[in-house]
């Protein structure tokens, strides 16, 4: 296994022909990171200084902690726990990096340079040894018509921000004394679009807020307002267990949230939006909307939809694919990464292997055995391989011929998925390519090093009325007395400085005291 995985290294190396440049303390080679995100922050604070002269690049001064986004539509916390300035983390152990507020408009990657504007459309080159793009994933709008229009996405702070503007102007529209009480059921119905994670954390926080502050605020409209989430599938939260789901179906019937299941969004209009059922195509239906939030699922961004055109390999992808080691794929030159949303780790095939694995088996008899005692090394090239990634015990099979191993590799290979669009995902892999950066200094050691393999450590949600459900690797929570200590402890110790762990602690004794604001 050790001379195929040598075979396969040396491989990728001699398909990189250029001069291998030799680092020196004067001549630091430029690693420009594209984003200020969680891939890109990450990076960005591991990254060594010393060794690498590194540019973050993002049209974003700051990073946006967004798991706690959700808590800014209702205010129970402030922007200041949310975000961190990317001035606060160029200086490390007397070495310093470098900030530029741009946004790259296009990736000359055959010339090792990117082209950026600043906020007055000017525009400019950028040149690169490394090229680190972490620009993330947009919502997906689904080219559904009036959602880019009329309807108000969960991000980043404007976002939010907007969100909040909305609502409280449809409250104040809804006491004015020439309000009709239909026109004010329109304005104060709250509907959120997509039962995914985002969008159940949202629906849960506008309950919070509308059950306690806005119920002793407004109590003169409170009865006119009403909160809806509607989800194509049949399931809120799919990608947690049925359990989580049902149990956050019935904690938002308890809130008054109007949760409408295998029901997708086809069309909105300034004043109404539509859906129809998944199960019935001719069961179609209308309903006025206030403030109207669309949380749907991920889509690509612009630059990286005209990378994929450039690169003759991945013309066809919808997402940039990347190798194992997290270099985008069909880049020669092998010096340029993606992490986080907007790729997709596509490893080589262990199926167009067979016959070489069989050789440096050297065994009599072919197994899953086998294959599961050399599971780590091999997870080095193939990370479909790992014991992280394939069950061997549950796909256990006894002696296979050469065509029989052909099949079970191949079923390897298609189980192989590439870690989810999440914050914890996007942290690893900046963790685990800064690390490759500062302990492989030339490129072709960086070509050596071991598959990326994500470790999952669990989901959570914030589900409103202080219940919290957790998906985690041994264990289940669905609410309960804890549950939302729990929630509180994860993320005051994942939040980046003790500035947003000091304004975290303070912003929740204000909401317990004094109540959410209502200020925009
Ligand atoms: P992002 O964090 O989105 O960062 C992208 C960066 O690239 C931004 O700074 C942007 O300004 C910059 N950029 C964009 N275009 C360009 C360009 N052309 N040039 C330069 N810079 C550019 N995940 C979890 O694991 N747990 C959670 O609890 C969780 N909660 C979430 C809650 C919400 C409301 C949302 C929206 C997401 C949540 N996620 C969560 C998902 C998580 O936020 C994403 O997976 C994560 O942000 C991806 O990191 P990223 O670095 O790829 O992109
Ligand atoms: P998602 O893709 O997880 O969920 C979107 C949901 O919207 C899907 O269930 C889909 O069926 C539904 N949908 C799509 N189009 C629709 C339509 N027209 N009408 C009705 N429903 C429609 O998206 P998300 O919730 O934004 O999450 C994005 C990523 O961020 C995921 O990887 C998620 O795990 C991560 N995230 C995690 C957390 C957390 O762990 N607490 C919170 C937020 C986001």
């Given at each position: 296994?050790?001379?195929?995985?040598?075979?396969?290294?040396?491989?990728?190396?001699?398909?990189?022909?250029?001069?291998?440049?030799?680092?020196?303390?004067?001549?630091?080679?430029?690693?420009?990171?594209?984003?200020?995100?969680?891939?890109?922050?990450?990076?960005?604070?591991?990254?060594?200084?010393?060794?690498?002269?590194?540019?973050?690049?993002?049209?974003?001064?700051?990073?946006?902690?967004?798991?706690?986004?959700?808590?800014?539509?209702?205010?129970?916390?402030?922007?200041?726990?949310?975000?961190?300035?990317?001035?606060?983390?160029?200086?490390?152990?007397?070495?310093?990096?470098?900030?530029?507020?741009?946004?790259?408009?296009?990736?000359?990657?055959?010339?090792?340079?990117?082209?950026?504007?600043?906020?007055?459309?000017?525009?400019?080159?950028?040149?690169?040894?490394?090229?680190?793009?972490?620009?993330?994933?947009?919502?997906?709008?689904?080219?559904?018509?009036?959602?880019?229009?009329?309807?108000?996405?969960?991000?980043?702070?404007?976002?939010?921000?907007?969100?909040?503007?909305?609502?409280?102007?449809?409250?104040?529209?809804?006491?004015?004394?020439?309000?009709?009480?239909?026109?004010?059921?329109?304005?104060?119905?709250?509907?959120?679009?997509?039962?995914?994670?985002?969008?159940?954390?949202?629906?849960?926080?506008?309950?919070?807020?509308?059950?306690?502050?806005?119920?002793?605020?407004?109590?003169?409209?409170?009865?006119?307002?009403?909160?809806?989430?509607?989800?194509?599938?049949?399931?809120?939260?799919?990608?947690?267990?049925?359990?989580?789901?049902?149990?956050?179906?019935?904690?938002?019937?308890?809130?008054?949230?109007?949760?409408?299941?295998?029901?997708?969004?086809?069309?909105?209009?300034?004043?109404?939006?539509?859906?129809?059922?998944?199960?019935?195509?001719?069961?179609?239906?209308?309903?006025?909307?206030?403030?109207?939030?669309?949380?749907?699922?991920?889509?690509?961004?612009?630059?990286?939809?005209?990378?994929?055109?450039?690169?003759?390999?991945?013309?066809?992808?919808?997402?940039?694919?990347?190798?194992?080691?997290?270099?985008?794929?069909?880049?020669?030159?092998?010096?340029?990464?993606?992490?986080?949303?907007?790729?997709?780790?596509?490893?080589?095939?262990?199926?167009?292997?067979?016959?070489?694995?069989?050789?440096?088996?050297?065994?009599?008899?072919?197994?899953?055995?086998?294959?599961?005692?050399?599971?780590?090394?091999?997870?080095?090239?193939?990370?479909?391989?790992?014991?992280?990634?394939?069950?061997?015990?549950?796909?256990?099979?006894?002696?296979?011929?050469?065509?029989?191993?052909?099949?079970?590799?191949?079923?390897?290979?298609?189980?192989?998925?590439?870690?989810?669009?999440?914050?914890?995902?996007?942290?690893?892999?900046?963790?685990?390519?800064?690390?490759?950066?500062?302990?492989?200094?030339?490129?072709?050691?960086?070509?050596?090093?071991?598959?990326?393999?994500?470790?999952?450590?669990?989901?959570?949600a914030y589900i409103g009325n202080h219940q919290v459900v957790a998906h985690l690797p041994f264990y289940e929570i669905k609410g309960g007395f804890l549950s939302f200590t729990f929630w509180k402890a994860v993320y005051i110790q994942l939040l980046m400085t003790w500035k947003s762990r000091a304004t975290f602690f303070f912003d929740c004794i204000r909401t317990k005291l004094y109540g959410r604001p209502f200020i925009k």
């Amino acid at each position: 296994i050790s001379n195929l995985i040598r075979k396969i290294r040396n491989f990728q190396e001699n398909k990189w022909n250029n001069e291998i440049k030799k680092i020196n303390s004067k001549n630091k080679e430029k690693v420009v990171i594209l984003g200020s995100g969680w891939g890109g922050m990450h990076f960005l604070i591991n990254i060594d200084f010393k060794k690498y002269d590194v540019t973050l690049i993002s049209p974003r001064n700051y990073f946006t902690f967004t798991p706690l986004l959700p808590c800014l539509c209702s205010g129970t916390l402030s922007i200041n726990v949310c975000t961190e300035s990317v001035r606060n983390f160029l200086k490390k152990n007397g070495s310093v990096g470098n900030y530029l507020q741009l946004e790259c408009t296009d990736i000359i990657y055959k010339d090792n340079y990117i082209t950026c504007k600043d906020n007055d459309n000017n525009e400019m080159k950028i040149n690169y040894d490394y090229l680190i793009i972490a620009v993330g994933a947009k919502t997906n709008s689904f080219n559904i018509k009036g959602v880019d229009k009329f309807a108000f996405y969960v991000k980043d702070i404007d976002d939010v921000l907007k969100i909040r503007r909305k609502f409280f102007e449809n409250l104040e529209k809804s006491t004015l004394p020439n309000t009709t009480n239909e026109e004010k059921k329109n304005l104060l119905h709250i509907v959120i679009v997509g039962g995914g994670p985002t969008g159940v954390e949202v629906a849960g926080e506008f309950a919070d807020f509308v059950n306690r502050e806005v119920k002793q605020n407004y109590e003169d409209i409170f009865n006119f307002i009403s909160i809806s989430i509607i989800e194509g599938g049949k399931n809120l939260l799919p990608t947690f267990t049925q359990n989580i789901s049902d149990f956050t179906k019935y904690n938002f019937r308890n809130l008054n949230i109007n949760v409408l299941t295998n029901y997708y969004v086809t069309e909105v209009n300034e004043n109404y939006f539509y859906i129809q059922s998944s199960i019935d195509k001719s069961d179609k239906k209308k309903f006025p909307y206030g403030v109207l939030i669309w949380a749907s699922g991920l889509a690509q961004t612009t630059l990286v939809n005209n990378l994929l055109k450039k690169i003759p390999q991945q013309v066809n992808n919808k997402i940039l694919n990347v190798d194992s080691q997290l270099k985008v794929i069909g880049v020669e030159s092998n010096n340029v990464y993606a992490i986080g949303d907007c790729k997709k780790i596509f490893p080589l095939q262990l199926q167009k292997y067979t016959s070489e694995l069989i050789d440096s088996l050297h065994c009599s008899k072919l197994t899953s055995d086998t294959l599961k005692s050399k599971s780590e090394e091999l997870s080095e090239v193939f990370p479909q391989a790992s014991k992280y990634k394939w069950d061997y015990d549950k796909n256990k099979k006894g002696e296979m011929n050469e065509q029989e191993f052909h099949e079970y590799l191949c079923k390897m290979d298609e189980n192989y998925k590439s870690p989810a669009p999440t914050a914890q995902n996007a942290k690893q892999e900046a963790y685990y390519l800064s690390n490759v950066f500062n302990n492989f200094l030339t490129r072709d050691k960086k070509l050596t090093v071991p598959s990326f393999i994500e470790k999952w450590k669990g989901s959570l949600a914030y589900i409103g009325n202080h219940q919290v459900v957790a998906h985690l690797p041994f264990y289940e929570i669905k609410g309960g007395f804890l549950s939302f200590t729990f929630w509180k402890a994860v993320y005051i110790q994942l939040l980046m400085t003790w500035k947003s762990r000091a304004t975290f602690f303070f912003d929740c004794i204000r909401t317990k005291l004094y109540g959410r604001p209502f200020i925009k």
